[in-house]
């Protein structure tokens, strides 16, 4: 069966940095768009990031580009997402999930498996 | 960028049809995904695609999606569907981005 397990969360000062992992299993982890998804404490989710089944293409949210970096290890089955100069409102559980995008327009980003997310929070 | 606005709240009595809708400018040119998130766990889909659903969910669950709103009608809520739904929209083509609704609280009086 599907299984994602992040990890890598935890308290980080304001303007730190973090990397966060992704363990998958029970799929071709190669086939898969993967993405990252977050959700601060009492609030909606927020998309932060997806990267194709090679890594070779990867997209982020606007208000995320030059700070986050999504990367994945195909070869252990791995995601990851390098998160530097942390402010305050990063504070959120980050969860992974299986992304349904087929690439070249096939599809749509739908996210089928979740993780049960990673804690970060970013405080003094 | 662009922006999807959901009703905070909704409420229904068991057994009613409850309709959650996201709205968007041209929403019906995008694909539209639903998520069901209860508290503490991690989101499902339970949509996607604008009306398919993924498979072990109930078809009581049924999406659509046409000019401004996409809907997703629950019919015969039970107790067990409260939760919060989100609704989500892959809008562009080539660079595709993601953008979530804001959320709507599902009570089932």
């Known amino acids: 069966q599907v299984q994602l397990v992040e990890s890598g969360g935890g308290l980080v000062k304001p303007g730190g940095s973090l990397r966060l992992s992704c363990a998958a299993s029970g799929f071709t982890f190669s086939d898969y768009f993967m993405t990252w998804v977050r959700q601060a404490p009492g609030k909606g989710l927020e998309w932060v990031s997806y990267?194709?089944?090679?890594?070779?293409?990867?997209n982020y949210a606007d208000s995320l580009k030059g700070r986050f970096t999504i990367s994945r290890n195909n070869a252990d089955n791995s995601l990851y997402l390098q998160m530097t100069d942390l402010r305050a409102d990063d504070t959120a559980i980050y969860y992974c999930?299986?992304?349904?995008?087929?690439?070249?327009?096939?599809?749509?980003?739908?996210?089928?498996?979740w993780g049960q997310g990673t804690p970060v929070s970013v405080s003094s | 960028s662009y922006v999807v606005t959901q009703a905070p709240s909704v409420s229904v009595a068991p057994g009613q049809t409850a309709r959650l809708t996201c709205g968007g400018n041209n929403i019906g040119d995008n694909s539209v995904n639903w998520y069901q998130q209860k508290p503490g766990q991690a989101p499902v889909l339970v949509v996607h695609?604008?009306?398919y659903r993924p498979s072990g969910i109930p078809e009581r669950f049924y999406g659509s999606n046409s000019g401004n709103t996409a809907t997703l009608t629950i019919r015969r809520v039970e107790v067990g569907d409260e939760a919060d739904y989100y609704c989500q929209v892959c809008v562009g083509s080539g660079e595709v981005t993601v953008v979530f609704g804001g959320g709507t609280k599902l009570t089932v009086l």
């Open positions: 999930a299986r992304d349904t995008y087929l690439g070249s327009g096939s599809g749509s980003h739908a996210f089928d498996y």
């Open positions: 695609d604008d009306t």
């Open positions: 990267i194709s089944g090679s890594g070779a293409f990867t």
